[in-house]
């Protein structure tokens, strides 16, 4: 059941005054931070954007073969292995998956949405079963990933 929306009546994306969109001082540039305080099972953001074919930097994969682009914040969300937040994308919802403290950083596993990444990447997200590199859920990891997960079990 979706949670409504404390302020405005009005459609359309409007600015989410709790959460920010950060550099992490980390090679991925942009992330997202929340302000406040978030509960396991909390909707934090309800997200809008422009859905289709296209695969991007910033989209999100909807279902097989549509992406939504043009997004407030979740575009910016950053990979974890052992991800704080995951995405309804039936529902449209960003949703904690434990208790979050502010100013902590928001992220998602990006296999959990994205059959294939528009860019595959070595990850240290420092999460004990961290994959090392990360790939979409229905792709193998590329040469430079295959070169990168060889020469750490080297
Ligand atoms: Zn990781």
């Not at 939504?68 to 949703?95: K, W, Y």
Request: proline letters at 7%; hydrophobic letters at 35%; one cysteine or more.
């Amino acid at each position: 059941m979706p949670v409504p929306r404390e302020s405005s009546p009005t459609a359309g994306p409007q600015p989410d005054a709790s959460l920010e969109v950060c550099d992490t001082d980390s090679e991925y540039g942009l992330g997202v931070r929340t302000l406040v305080p978030r509960h396991e099972g909390e909707v934090i953001h309800h997200f809008t954007g422009v859905i289709g074919p296209e695969l991007k930097q910033h989209t999100l994969q909807v279902s097989p073969g549509l992406h939504i682009s043009e997004t407030e914040i979740i575009g910016f969300l950053s990979h974890s292995c052992a991800p704080d937040c995951r995405l309804d994308m039936a529902a449209s919802q960003l949703v904690a998956l434990r208790d979050i403290r502010p100013g902590d950083l928001l992220t998602i596993d990006y296999a959990e949405t994205e059959d294939v990444l528009y860019r595959q990447f070595a990850c240290h997200c420092g999460a004990a079963g961290c994959r090392r590199w990360i790939t979409g859920r229905l792709e193998a990891p590329n040469a430079d990933g295959r070169a990168h997960l060889a020469a750490l079990t080297s």
